[in-house]
């Protein structure tokens, strides 16, 4: 946990209105993002925020589960406005980054076996199957995680 949120727990659930213009961003965006890419978005619309303001705000919204968040396959972290409450998982496109929510009982079953066994309790998981859609499989072109 941050430093500062332990000091000051109100803070984290605080409304400012950076806060509110990311959540508006996000609302609008169906697709994942980076945190630089709704920087971006936010200071072309006018809003005065920082980026380390958008990643402690977007931190705080995935811990807090109003965000699902993606790791690419070379570690940067996308957010999107969750579309479904409950746990769930993602299947996701290397290509153009379409994304399919997933439900997956096998998985849920498998990972409180294992934790079960090995004395683990209180156990939590993610799952993101990355593969290439059938949309972009005869596309030639770059990864997403390629794209800079």
Known sequence: MHM???L????AHRTTRQKLALERMLAACADFRSAQDLHAQLRAGGARVGLTTVYNNLRTLAERGA??????EDGETLYRRCENDSHHH????????????????AVERWAAAVASSEGFVDVRHTVEIVGTCSGCVNTPTRPLDSQA
């Open 90 to 105: 993602h299947l996701v496109c290397r290509v153009c980054g379409r994304t399919v929510e997933i439900s997956g009982p």
């Open 4 to 6: 500062s949120s332990r």
């Open 67 to 72: 965000v699902d968040t993606v790791l690419t």
């Open 8 to 11: 000051h727990p109100a803070a």
